[in-house]
């Protein structure tokens, strides 16, 4: 082995710097300002902010999908053939992060332009996003194959990664109702797209760190010239890859069916659209605290192994979610300011009303900063509260409970205060999510995997197709999961903005429950395929490195 070649194998096996780390891993925070609010809120936005129809939206959720399945290949293709004094992959972080933001921007956007406009302005402007979005997120997660071989680096380079994307879940995940409500000045949907506005501002900042930071060492094989078919075909013929992209889609979905199920069950069955962003938040950080174990995890367990236990607990946890009855007092009320609205305390207090007693009714508006909630009182003593519709036709949510006061005015009861089947509802969502966390870094870490093992079985190197596909799986399940809530709601009756009953409301509580139950299980018995053992992996990397010195 000469010098050279010694030099250069020693680099790309060697220890990566905490800072390209991080450097790498904000990068998919980025992302997560655009993707969790895609997996989360998009659905909700179409049906309750935008005006359009559960079905109309589901079927555009999967229609698009069609344009993703040519160009996420096309973008691998286009990627591994890049050839530029930054590499192949970084300059895409680069160049593509202003119209990523553009595009989110647009789709956020809500002209009037009829029933028909609407659903065209939709496919255009969602389709033209996740094109962006390929053209960013397909190197970007081909990088990471590039950065280094050795394996316990790519675990914590995995890890990093999607405890920043998991943080940024927070972030969007809880503050996003919030913020769309501090912006919106008397308009929803002006709230909902200043929000994307300051997303997509930090998103782009956190693309051109990634760019700064980084630095490709692997390179493909000396003299390697293949055509765009090839690589294709090379990925049909990995059995490991072919199940990861099953795997992918289908645990996406499960992740998808939960968090965009989560808006309806809880304006619908819990009757408290006020904890949305609280509900998401919480399994945003659930998911951060699972996905920080990974490393260590993968250290007990074969990779494989360790999922197939994740999703049996996600599959129990979920069947058992399904238990948890409506809860039986309402506890905060959230009602438009449009609409005049009578309250009762006896409907927020249940058991706990007492018609002799003195009562203060408080309004929970956005504090000094728009998560920080401030009290305001708005009626005292009696037991009763007239609102009256806002005078100039001021649209948006009033959030109000009420204080059951003792003779000193001192508050007894708080109808704010969570009954125990929401509490049961967080705990699970909670304990749910800690085991869905460490599935990403896992998963993406064996598509690393599966690229080397492309190259020791065929002697061409596709990183950037087979991360290419990957996204595309990943894309397709979102897609699946959403259209599937939507189409599954238009079909029992769903109408956005009342009440829903009987099939529709039983639908919402088993999107939310018992569908990412079952995808769980069969995620399981995909997982029963997978054949690239750890040990197996350590020889593909023995075999490598002396075929490439």
Known sequence: MSEKNSNSQKGTLSAISLKETIGYAVGDAGFNFYWIIIGSYLSYFYTDIFGMSAAAAGTMFLVTKIVDAFTDPAMGAIADRTNTRWGKFRPYLLFGAVPMAAAAILTMSTPDLGDTGKIIWAYATYTMMMLCYTILSTPYSSLAGVITANAAERNKIFGWRFFFAYTTGIIVGAFTPGLAEYFANGNEAYGWKMTMVLYATIATILFVITFLSTKERIQPPKGQNTKPLDDIKDLLNNKPWIILFALAMIIMMTIVFRGSSATYYFKYFVERPDLMGAFIGVQMAAYAIGCLFSPYLTKLMDKAKLLMLLMAIVGTLSVAFSFIPKPESI????????????????????????????????????????????????????GTLTLEASANGEEGKRVISVFKLDEQGEVLIDSADFPIEIKMMFLLNILISLALGPKSPIAWSMYADAADFNEWKTGRRATAMTFSA???SQKLGGALGSAGILWVLASLGYAANTIQEGASLTGIVWLQTLVPAFFAFVAIFALKFYDLSERKLEQIQKDLSERNS
């Open 470 to 472: 990957a996204t595309f």
């Open 331 to 382: 506890g905060v009320v959230t009602v438009n300011k449009e609409q005049s609205t009578e309250l009762v305390a006896s409907e927020l207090l249940d058991g706990a009303y007492d018609p002799e007693a003195s009562y203060r009714w408080v309004e929970h508006q956005s504090g000094v900063f728009w998560f920080m909630k401030d009290l305001v009182t708005i009626g005292n003593n009696s």
